[in-house]
């Protein structure tokens, strides 16, 4: 049944694109522009800049259970706000008392914790309960709002740190405003599913509604299971830990391109300026991977757009290897940035298809803790590899080796038989 009433989950979905926007997809890559003014400002050396990353990454994966298992207990919105506020603290501390390798690590730690709260568990988490025949829409539309993080944010950090001048301090400004902006979203606006609100997902009004819309819809041709899993089913299941392979793929090369990427590239003679429009252009890449390979996902299992994205980052890394003037950098972010982007939305929207919206906290914190305890490791082995060799290009090889192989595994994903609909 259709109503003109514009069913509140499209709100709610851009308003967590919002909250994705100011957390995870600002961190990292406005973190990585003011990288070098830092690390020159309170004296660390490259590995110690470095380690800040992987340590970031290393929170996302083994904070990400736990942010799940919170999420189940108390709520997504709750957590927002409790991220928000670690946001707030962590931005004053770098604003004002980070001065040595110790403190730098310990409030990038907390930070890192703060942003998966206030983006993208808790927005994994959200977005899916509200929606279910158009739930790969309603992530595409979340994801690519934002997207405009990893476009944007690169940007907005050269500006606050005056470019050349390298007033990195500065950049943690916008954090500590988004922190606060998060709270209050959260606290006002922000509802966990769409029961809380008297609705069903989709915008139903009522159990007699929603089974008549079923009735008369055509059946999908992408696998929705109407069997909800338990979290024990879920973790048990092949297919829950091929696809969380899968899609470590593209953070394997996330993390490559917030760490050694564009210290390679500075190699080639790009200025601060051209590096960050660099990084830039992968944040354009990941908007539009985020909207074509989410829009197609509701006709597409999923599943398989995994596996594409992850062959669209192994074709971008060896462009980047190959890199012999000032446009291959941009080619090389862009059609990884295009599949890792895709990734994105793909994930949540997978493991709901698969297993349901009751575990979905929690199998999305779990995949999370894949996805970070082991692409955390790319950061270091890539410098590893730099200094070993004495160039960063075979850093490029290896990740590309890696992600084809989280392809390769993704293959063979399937619908648990336990949960196929009967």
Same mark, same amino acid.
């Given at each position: 049944?259709?109503?003109?009433?514009?069913?509140?989950?499209?709100?709610?979905?851009?308003?967590?694109?919002?909250?994705?926007?100011?957390?995870?997809?600002?961190?990292?890559?406005?973190?990585?522009?003011?990288?070098?003014?830092?690390?020159?400002?309170?004296?660390?050396?490259?590995?110690?800049?470095?380690?800040?990353?992987?340590?970031?990454?290393?929170?996302?994966?083994?904070?990400?259970?736990?942010?799940?298992?919170?999420?189940?207990?108390?709520?997504?919105?709750?957590?927002?706000?409790?991220?928000?506020?670690?946001?707030?603290?962590?931005?004053?501390?770098?604003?004002?008392?980070?001065?040595?390798?110790?403190?730098?690590?310990?409030?990038?730690?907390?930070?890192?914790?703060?942003?998966?709260?206030?983006?993208?568990?808790?927005?994994?988490?959200?977005?899916?309960?509200?929606?279910?025949?158009?739930?790969?829409?309603?992530?595409?539309?979340?994801?690519?709002?934002?997207?405009?993080?990893?476009?944007?944010?690169?940007?907005?950090?050269?500006?606050?740190?005056?470019?050349?001048?390298?007033? /990195?301090?500065? !950049?943690?400004?916008? *954090?500590?405003? =988004?922190?606060? $902006?998060?709270?209050?979203?959260? +606290?006002? #606006? %922000?509802?966990?599913?769409?029961?809380?609100?008297?609705?069903?997902?989709?915008?139903?009004?009522?159990?007699?509604?929603?089974?008549?819309?079923?009735?008369?819809?055509?059946?999908?041709?992408?696998?929705?299971?109407?069997?909800?899993?338990?979290?024990?089913?879920?973790?048990?299941?092949?297919?829950?830990?091929?696809?969380?392979?899968?899609?470590?793929?593209?953070?394997?090369?996330?993390?490559?391109?917030?760490?050694?990427?564009?210290?390679?590239?500075?190699?080639?003679?790009?200025?601060?300026?051209?590096?960050?429009?660099?990084?830039?252009?992968?944040?354009?890449?990941?908007?539009?991977?985020?909207?074509? /390979?989410?829009? !197609?996902?509701?006709? *597409?299992?999923? =599943?398989?757009? $995994?596996?594409?994205?992850?062959? +669209?980052? #192994? %074709?971008?890394?060896?462009?980047?290897?190959?890199?012999?003037?000032?446009?291959?950098?941009?080619?090389?972010?862009?059609?990884?940035?295009?599949?890792?982007?895709?990734?994105?939305?793909?994930?949540?929207?997978?493991?709901?298809?698969?297993?349901?919206?009751?575990?979905?906290?929690?199998?999305?914190?779990?995949?999370?803790?894949?996805?970070?305890?082991?692409?955390?490791?790319?950061?270091?082995?890539?410098?590893?590899?730099?200094?070993?060799?004495?160039?960063?290009?075979?850093?490029?090889?290896?990740?590309?080796?890696?992600?084809?192989?989280?392809?390769?595994?993704?293959?063979?994903?399937?619908?648990?038989?336990?949960?196929?609909?009967?």
């Amino acid at each position: 049944m259709k109503t003109g009433k514009l069913f509140y989950g499209w709100i709610l979905a851009v308003i967590l694109g919002v909250c994705y926007f100011m957390a995870n997809g600002s961190f990292l890559t406005a973190a990585a522009i003011g990288g070098g003014f830092m690390q020159a400002d309170i004296g660390l050396t490259g590995a110690e800049l470095g380690m800040g990353t992987t340590i970031a990454i290393w929170v996302y994966g083994f904070g990400s259970p736990v942010i799940g298992f919170l999420i189940a207990k108390i709520g997504a919105r709750y957590m927002q706000v409790i991220g928000g506020a670690l946001m707030v603290l962590c931005s004053a501390a770098l604003i004002f008392f980070v001065n040595d390798y110790i403190s730098y690590i310990v409030t990038f730690a907390v930070m890192a914790f703060a942003v998966m709260a206030v983006g993208e568990i808790s927005v994994d988490t959200i977005v899916p309960s509200w929606f279910h025949r158009q739930r790969g829409r309603a992530m595409t539309l979340t994801m690519v709002i934002g997207g405009l993080g990893a476009f944007v944010s690169p940007l907005i950090a050269n500006a606050l740190m005056g470019a050349e001048a390298g007033h /990195w301090r500065n !950049i943690w400004w916008f *954090f500590l405003v =988004a922190g606060v $902006l998060a709270i209050i979203l959260a +606290f006002t #606006v %922000i509802r966990n599913k769409p029961e809380d609100m008297g609705l069903l997902p989709d915008g139903g009004e009522s159990v007699k509604v929603e089974v008549e819309e079923k009735v008369e819809e055509k059946p999908s041709k992408v696998f929705k299971t109407s069997i909800p899993a338990t979290f024990a089913q879920t973790i048990k299941s092949p297919a829950f830990w091929l696809l969380s392979i899968c899609g470590l793929g593209g953070y394997c090369y996330y993390v490559a391109a917030v760490s050694f990427v564009p210290v390679y590239f500075q190699t080639l003679e790009l200025d601060q300026t051209m590096v960050a429009a660099a990084v830039s252009s992968m944040g354009l890449a990941m908007m539009a991977g985020k909207f074509l /390979w989410g829009i !197609i996902s509701d006709r *597409f299992d999923p =599943a398989r757009l $995994l596996v594409l994205c992850n062959v +669209f980052v #192994v %074709i971008g890394l060896l462009v980047g290897a190959f890199a012999s003037n000032a446009i291959m950098p941009y080619l090389s972010f862009i059609l990884a940035g295009f599949g890792y982007g895709g990734m994105m939305p793909l994930v949540p929207t997978v493991l709901a298809n698969y297993f349901g919206r009751d575990v979905l906290s929690r199998a999305v914190g779990i995949a999370q803790l894949v996805f970070g305890v082991l692409s955390g490791f790319i950061a270091t082995i890539g410098f590893a590899i730099g200094d070993a060799t004495g160039s960063l290009v075979n850093a490029f090889y290896v990740t590309a080796v890696i992600v084809g192989v989280c392809a390769l595994l993704g293959m063979f994903a399937r619908p648990p038989k336990n949960q196929r609909n009967k």
